[in-house]
């Protein structure tokens, strides 16, 4: 019989790590909402003891999300963490402790600069400390996949015996390969199952030789139960194994690996597209099931195979990913009642009245100046909007501004407003954008220097929506706006002032 694997989501935990690509609340709320509609069954939502905010968050989602999906946030082995966790993610209604220790010797030397006996029983406290607390407790051996087998082996038989309930084996540098992680994890399978059957084994893997998915799958075939995955591979580096790619492979080949998940596939793409909206961070268009061209024939012969028969060439229909109806066109005279139903169809919550009207007063504006809205169109206008952080009183907003392009002196003048005040001056700069940006600086006074700036067009028809995607440095960290708009100079500003505004924010809640 097909065995049921259980997916945990690391996107708003792992994924977030990647520099830039900070969320703030209620970006973080519109990812886990979605990752509940996926039907993922665990979202781990954060490392609640790195900061205030970070706690904030996780406790927001437990609250709203933890009704029906598992919630879970990461621990060190200290019990300040656990302690975070716990007071965190008590309201869901299946809360799970996540603590992480490393196993290899080069984590357990450099690292903790302790003995190995040491380490282990430091691991073996916290799962004691965390089963006061709660009865779910993960234990990830940190960089298991460069650990010692048999120091492994002692560390996962310790903490079973001291009341871990999942064990998962992190390859936390994506080091290794398919066979090996496999056979690895086989290993660990025949010793966990004697030990005590009912704890769940997993894997947690990052794509640093691009192999996160393949090694997943292997430990999968090797006697996995759970696995760990984030929305398009986000994560460290080179990202975490793609909850996608995992998905469809067991999907499409599940008579190879005799193993299903819950995942509800239509819901792939949208997932793919808000996570990579809100993100900031583009998914490249061959990315396998969620990419631009993942579904796309171009060749003669594959075109004239598909007219024939789709499964000449197709091995899965965009359909089962959410592919369909993308093509939902809407003008300024569609009225409130398609606009709502565009809105729903794609997932998104319209039952606040006044944000309702807010949203579709931002529509009007859209196609009057776009005439044709595309489904594309409305996704990145309510995702935007949604954006906005309530407290938007402390951030900026671009009242008005003037451009003047041109080969001598580009000049900008640029009005913002914070709650009741505005602040309003001119600069000239090296080019229109240089101008804009330049007088942006000095009305807000924050030392930020521009590291990327990006932009694309993001639909069809005749007038093209211009996204503006920037990426900024302060006090040594990277944060990224980005905004939409049919005239990209008035994107270019906002996407810089929403890149301020998550500067603000982030000092805001570290403080
Ligand atoms: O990569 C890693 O080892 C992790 C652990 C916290 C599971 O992210
Ligand atoms: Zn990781």
Known sequence: ?????????????????????????????????????????????????????????????ARSVGDSVSITAL???????????????????????????????IHVEKKFNRSKD????????????????????????????????????????????????VINVPDTVGYAVPEEFGDLIRRINDRLKNLND??????????????????????????????????????????????????????????????HTDIKTTELLRTSRLVSHLTGLDVQVNKAITGENAFAHSSGIHQDGLLKDKRVYEIMSPEEV?????????????????????VEK???????????????DKFLTLADAKKEVYDHDVFYLVTEHRQLDASSKHLYELESFQVVSGDRNPTATVELRMGAETVKGSAVGDGPIDALYSVIKTLTGLDVQLKDYKINSLSR??????RVNIRIEHDGKIYSGRAMDTDIIKASAVAFLNGINAVLLDVANNK
């Open 75 to 105: 621990a060190r082995a200290v019990q300040k963490d656990i302690d975070a966790v716990y007071e965190s993610i008590k309201l869901a209604q299946d809360p799970l402790i996540h603590i992480v220790l490393g196993t290899s010797n």
């Open 1 to 61: 019989m097909s065995r049921k694997i259980i997916m945990f989501d690391t996107t708003l935990r792992d994924g977030e790590q990647v520099p830039g690509a900070k969320l703030n609340l209620p970006q973080k709320i519109e990812i886990a909402q979605q990752l509940k509609r996926l039907n993922v069954d665990i979202i781990e939502a954060g490392f609640p003891a790195s900061s205030a905010g970070d706690f904030q968050s996780v406790q927001e989602i």
């Open 198 to 259: 009912k704890v769940i084994l997993s894997v947690h893997c990052h794509n640093d030789l691009g192999m996160a998915t393949a090694n997943t799958l292997s430990a999968i075939k090797n006697g996995a139960q759970k696995v760990e995955c984030t929305v398009n591979g986000l994560g460290e580096r080179a990202g975490n194994t793609s909850l996608e790619e995992v998905v469809m492979g067991l999907k499409v080949r599940e008579n190879f690996y005799n193993a």
């Open 461 to 466: 028809g005749k007038e093209a929506v211009g």
């Open 346 to 360: 794609m997932g998104f919550d319209t039952s606040d009245a006044e944000d309702f009207e807010q949203l579709f």
């Open 118 to 165: 040491a380490v282990m029983q430091m691991g073996v406290d916290a799962v004691k400390y965390a089963k006061t607390l709660l009865p779910q407790v993960q234990y990830s051996t940190e960089d298991a996949s460069r650990s010692d087998f048999e120091y492994l082996w002692s560390t996962i038989e310790a903490v079973v015996k001291a009341g871990a309930t």
């Open 322 to 342: 959410g592919a369909e109806s993308m093509e939902l066109i809407l003008t300024a005279r569609s009225g409130r009642h398609a606009f709502k139903n565009a």
